[in-house]
T-cell receptor, first 112, second 111 residues
Framework: SQELEQSPQSLIVQEGKNLTINCTSS?????LYWYKQKYGEGLIFLMM?????EEKSHEKITAKLDEKKQQSSLHITASQPSHAGIYLC????????????FGAGTRLTVKP | KAGVTQTPRYLIKTRGQQVTLSCSPI?????VSWYQQTPGQGLQFLFE???????NKGNFPGRFSGRQFSNSRSEMNVSTLELGDSALYLC??????????FGPGTRLLVL
């Protein structure tokens, strides 16, 4: 089964600072998803990456997929308190969404 | 457009009972996926339905089942509840099998 490792497990940054969260897979990635979750609530889909080298941005959040390294990074520029939450990566290693796995999450705190 | 709705939001059951959770997708979305989230195991994929057919299934015992109706609403059922089934159950709907919209979840507590 595919394991997804996220790093760091938690992160505390000062408002305005940039930060990066990584997600590394032990298997080939057919699709990599990033989600954000506020405690005890549903997930918010951020973006999906499919091709190696693909990079997507949404507001101040950018995600990249490095197919060779089987890794994705999520970068937040000029962090704000609204960015606080748990960021989860999810990936499919079957090619048909038949084996969706998720990382343990990265808890982000942004200090005003 | 209304978002994904899940009912009930909170539920308390005892071991051995069975439970049914409901998910109403965004209008026009025909794909509905279910997930279980626990502190110990994290987020795990249960199953996905599309046009009333199960399209994908995660690695869960047969006690976990689901179905989808012609209006795309979906239900999941857990029979013979165990303490370990206590979790946040999330459903998500999708129009294109890529972008998923999640509901607020149903928090199930098994005593």
């Amino acid at each position: 089964s595919q394991e997804l490792e996220q790093s760091p497990q938690s992160l505390i940054v000062q408002e305005g600072k940039n930060l990066t969260i990584n997600c590394t897979s032990s298997k080939t990635l057919y699709g990599l998803y990033w989600y954000k979750q506020k405690y005890g609530e549903g997930l918010i889909f951020l973006m999906m990456l499919q091709k190696g080298g693909e990079e997507k941005s949404h507001e101040k959040i950018t995600a990249k997929l490095d197919e060779k390294k089987q890794q994705s990074s999520l970068h937040i520029t000029a962090s704000q308190p609204s960015h606080a939450g748990i960021y989860l990566c999810g990936a499919d290693s079957s090619g048909n969404n038949n084996d969706m796995r998720f990382g343990a999450g990265t808890r982000l705190t942004v200090k005003p | 457009k209304a978002g994904v709705t899940q009912t009930p939001r909170y539920l308390i059951k005892t071991r051995g009972q069975q439970v049914t959770l409901s998910c109403s997708p965004i209008s026009g979305h025909r794909s509905v996926s279910w997930y279980q989230q626990t502190p110990g195991q994290g987020l795990q994929f249960l199953f996905e339905y599309f046009s009333e057919t199960q399209r994908n299934k995660g690695n869960f015992p047969g006690r976990f089942s689901g179905r989808q109706f012609s209006n795309s609403r979906s239900e999941m059922n857990v029979s013979t509840l165990e303490l370990g089934d206590s979790a946040l159950y999330l459903c998500a709907s999708s129009l294109d099998f890529q972008t998923q919209y999640f509901g607020p979840g149903t928090r199930l507590l098994v005593l």
